[in-house]
């Protein structure tokens, strides 16, 4: 299975300090975020990684070489200096990740999650399979809701995705390279009882804010 690190967004919440670094090269215990999620796939057989390129994506590369450092063979999906989000880095990304169902891991997030226990393909028929984490504090609503570690939609969605998902290709069936969310065909395929839901155990936070961005510091080291 190939893995694709989402990295191509601006950070705006973490503004001064993404304003010159990439969100995922924000540093916590003495390396950047990304790099953590590469030495975790690689020490669990992971071989090749996509990492797409958006907002200062210059710097990524230039960071992280061409991923020998760790045993991986990293290849970029430059989106220009306009992020296509989800859905349209991911259709822009598929050449490079291949038919097969692929994993997905928001850059910005920082998880203890042993990615060796990740599923390494998909139930047949299904479209994605989502790590999701009980709703936190900061958050007023939660994303999704399990029923039999199915996902679903209910009034008052208890978790919160993770940022960590399996996709199959399929998902972006027709789609164009361009901007768009991947949440409407995500949501299309729950409604078609196409999505399982694996909670996440242990610890995890998207480093959304300066401050949640010093309680993880002050955990870890800077």
Aim: hydrophobic share 35%; aromatic share 6%.
């Amino acid at each position: 299975m190939k893995a694709m690190v989402l990295a191509a967004g601006y950070g705006n919440r973490l503004r001064p300090l993404t304003d010159h670094t990439p969100k995922p090269l924000v540093p916590i215990g003495g390396k950047p975020l990304i790099v953590h999620h590469l030495e975790k796939l690689a020490t669990c057989g992971f071989k090749d990684v996509v990492i797409n390129l958006g907002h200062l994506g210059s710097k990524i590369p230039e960071a992280l070489g061409e991923g020998s450092k760790w045993g991986l063979t990293i290849q970029y999906s430059d989106e220009g200096p306009e992020p296509l989000e989800t859905g349209g880095g991911l259709a822009k990304a598929l050449p490079l990740l291949g038919t097969d169902p692929f994993l997905v891991v928001n850059g910005d997030v920082w998880t203890d999650l042993d990615f060796s226990k990740i599923p390494q393909t998909l139930p047949e028929n299904d479209l994605a399979t989502l790590y999701l984490v009980p709703k936190p504090n900061w958050r007023d609503r939660g994303d999704f809701s399990t029923i039999n570690d199915r996902v679903v939609e209910t009034e008052n969605p208890e978790y919160l995705y993770a940022g960590i998902a399996i996709y199959h290709p399929k998902i972006l069936d027709g789609a164009k390279v361009e901007k768009f969310s991947i949440v409407p065909r995500l949501k299309d395929a729950i409604s078609r009882n196409q999505v399982g839901g694996i909670l996440l155990q242990g610890e995890w936070d998207d480093v959304g804010t300066p401050s949640r961005l010093s309680d993880l510091r002050a955990l870890h080291g800077a």
